[in-house]
């Protein structure tokens, strides 16, 4: 079956520093896949490049059958590849309502744009009792919700959600996982950044560990490691030390 994303040989990085050295993987049409690896081996850059933010060197990726390497990041928006990034600072003087409203600006998304603000709403019952409140006075799990509600007022056909649980509480933890699991429910397919190799595993179908800007390894839901192998991949073949 044709893969939703198929990222070939990637290579990207920021001026003479390359990150991504002939990365490759793939999203299956229903499928949702986790990201995790050590800090600064490019999964964050990963996402940029499929967002088109950051421009490969090498390598193509294909979204839905069509190459979209290069491609302007506003038309990689308009094809429904959306990307929540990692600490979303959003606009600080905007009311949440007006940045949900904003969100919708793609061609794409004004179709059925109040549908879906009603949806983000029910999903996250805490936007919806602060719609007048500015972002800047937001907590950061509220900053969060607001960060991936931007992401579905674009109507996603694939999302990309870059450490959404990053600096939560594990009771916030669980609220927003739980939310993640909705969205993937109701049809989405995902991306999910996350350290938390098991929280990973509980919201998508297969993991790719990222080192040194390439996939060591893939890791399939129904052949998961243990917790002793889970500690491994953590730590290395060291153990915990
Ligand atoms: N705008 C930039 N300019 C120069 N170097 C950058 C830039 N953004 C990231 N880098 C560097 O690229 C490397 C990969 O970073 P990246 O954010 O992709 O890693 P990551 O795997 O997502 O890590 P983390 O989990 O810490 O977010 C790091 O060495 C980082 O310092």
Sequence with gaps: MMPLLDVRDVQAGYG???VLHGL??????QESIGLFGPNG????TLLKTISSLVRPTAGSITFDGTDITGRKPPAIVEAGLIHAPQGNTLFGNMRIAETLE?????KRASTGAQRR????YALFPRLAE???QLAKTLSGGERQMLSIGCA????PRLLMLDEPTLGLSPRLKEELGAAIGEISKSGVPLIVVEQDIEFLLSLTDRLY??????VVREIDRASAPDHEEVMRLYFGEGGTH
């Design 41 to 44: 081996h490019g999964k964050t």
């Design 24 to 29: 490759s993987l793939h999203i299956g049409p």
């Design 102 to 106: 904003l969100a919708a600006f793609s």
């Design 16 to 18: 003479d520093m390359r």
């Design 130 to 132: 602060r719609k007048t």
């Design 117 to 120: 603000l009603d949806d983000v």
């Design 209 to 214: 560990l990222v080192e040194h800007g390439v």
């Design 152 to 155: 579905l007022m674009c109507a």
